[in-house]
């Protein structure tokens, strides 16, 4: 299994970039994918999820209304569209992928992902 999360880099405030977390290994429909993101000094937090099977997705507080989480079985990718990004977004962000996590858990649930990407670093500055 593995996962490569691309798309980060500098945005100004405002800006809309995609994160792209590109998959392989598995069946990533029979697979939880979440996207998290971690600033140093700080805990790790979950931003978006889509679960296995039926697709159901869910956002943190912080970007619920702002990002949306989608993914595409036949391409075996995972994105993360993020609209009107603040400076407070900025952070490292993640996409992870289990077989077992499944609903509302899947944004808490982070140390429970058995595979993680390696990270892409999205700075919000003008």
């Known amino acids: 299994v593995q996962l490569q999360a691309s798309g980060g880099g500098l945005v100004q405030p405002g800006g809309s970039p995609t994160l792209s977390c590109r998959t392989s290994?598995?069946?990533?429909?029979?697979?939880?994918t979440g996207w998290f993101r971690q600033v140093p000094g700080k805990e790790r937090e979950g931003v978006s999820c889509i679960n296995r099977d039926d697709g159901q997705t869910f956002y943190g507080n912080s970007v619920k209304g702002r990002f949306r989480i989608s993914k595409d079985n036949r391409k075996n990718m995972v994105y993360l569209q993020m609209n009107n990004l603040k400076p407070e977004d900025t952070a490292v962000y993640y996409c992870?992928?289990?077989?077992?996590?499944?609903?509302?858990?899947?944004?808490?649930?982070?140390?429970?992902?058995?595979?993680w990407g390696q990270g892409t670093l999205v700075t919000v500055s003008s």
């Open positions: 992870a992928t289990d077989a077992l996590i499944w609903g509302s858990r899947c944004l808490q649930m982070s140390a429970g992902y058995d595979y």
């Open positions: 290994g598995f069946t990533l429909d029979h697979y939880t």
